[in-house]
């Protein structure tokens, strides 16, 4: 495209809140035929919030909620934000005095999985059941139950262990963007495929991949692991578009022959994207491709 072209293109886009980082992304936009979609912040709201919660052994009420509290609120995670969000109306109820939580020793965040750490004496694990098995955390038939019963109605459970055992769980919810299922059809309709990638588990990914009509989901996978899905795909021979708003899509974002950057999103994916959508509206992924297809016909 001319230097001209490219900025009418581009100023276009920025008065729609599609911002276009240069040249280059403009021009590959238009021949992208696979649209990767992180799951959650991207598909979803990215505000989960708590639906319900156990326990699952003797541990009291408080400490239940005290020491999830504690452990969480060191996570940035959108989903310990909920969790710490819950428990702190739990313990209000229960009539806990809510200020005075106690330090945490040892404090550990483990990328799509969890927390750990130590309060007090106690050793506390927060996260799914990869951060369980890491910690070689039995579970037994009721945790089992509460969390695959969840997972099928598309929620994420975010177990509590103390002390080697689990003691309790949060079921959280984040609904998908109303827009999203339209997006997807409207972009098949376009030849355009559409794939769900995520650090979550595969029972809550299909359920959310049904919902919002993709047939073909990555989930449990690392932020490095969603970079190689990209390379694997390209490898096969199709021109790929990212899109994520978390630190862990990043590598992915960088990957993509297109890194499209959810603008409510983390400030290290907006830096990795070649483009950013502001309004955050997944309508705008139509919206850059649209743009890129029509500056390029002009040209030729
Ligand atoms: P996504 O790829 O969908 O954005 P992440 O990679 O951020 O998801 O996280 C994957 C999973 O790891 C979450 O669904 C959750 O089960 C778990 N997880 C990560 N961080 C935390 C945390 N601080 N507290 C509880 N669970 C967590
Ligand atoms: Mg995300």
Not at 40 to 49: F, M, V, Y
Not at 127 to 144: A, I, T
Not at 192 to 208: F, K, R, V, Y
Not at 213 to 233: C, N, R, S, W
Request: aromatic letters at 4%; a negative charge; one cysteine or more.
């Amino acid at each position: 495209a001319t230097p001209t072209a490219v900025m009418v293109a581009t100023g276009k886009g920025a008065s729609l809140g599609v911002l276009i980082k240069g040249g280059n992304a403009l021009e590959k936009a238009q021949k992208v035929k696979t649209i990767v979609f992180d799951k959650t912040g991207t598909l979803t709201i990215g505000k989960p919030a708590v639906v319900s919660s156990v326990l699952f052994s003797e541990v009291s009420m408080k400490d239940f909620c005290d020491l999830t509290i504690a452990a969480e609120a060191n996570s940035e995670h959108p989903i310990a934000k909920a969790v710490v969000k819950h428990a702190k109306r739990l313990t209000q109820q229960y009539g806990s005095e809510n200020d005075h939580f106690t330090e945490v020793k040892d404090f550990e965040v483990h990328p799509g999985s969890g927390v750990s750490g130590k309060i007090g004496e106690r050793e506390v694990l927060v996260g799914n059941k990869r951060l369980m098995s890491l910690f070689n955390v039995p579970l037994g038939h009721e945790v089992d139950r509460y969390v695959s019963e969840n997972e099928k109605l598309a929620r994420t459970c975010v177990l509590v262990a103390i002390e080697g055992r689990a003691a309790g769980a949060f079921a959280v919810t984040d609904p998908v963007k109303p827009e999203a299922a339209l997006v997807i059809s409207y972009l098949h309709s376009m030849n355009i495929s559409s794939i769900m990638i995520t650090g979550d588990n595969w029972a809550t990914a299909t359920a959310i991949a049904r919902e919002v009509g993709i047939q073909k989901v990555f989930a449990e996978t690392d932020p490095l692991g969603k970079a190689d899905k990209i390379k694997e795909l390209q490898l096969q021979g199709t021109i790929v578009a990212m899109v994520g708003d978390g630190v862990n899509d990043s590598p992915a974002l960088v990957a993509a022959d297109v890194g499209m950057a959810i603008g409510a999103g983390t400030d290290v994916a907006i830096e990795a994207a070649d483009v950013v959508l502001m309004k955050s509206n997944l309508e705008d992924v139509v919206t850059a491709i649209d743009l890129s297809r029509k500056t390029m016909s002009r040209i030729r």
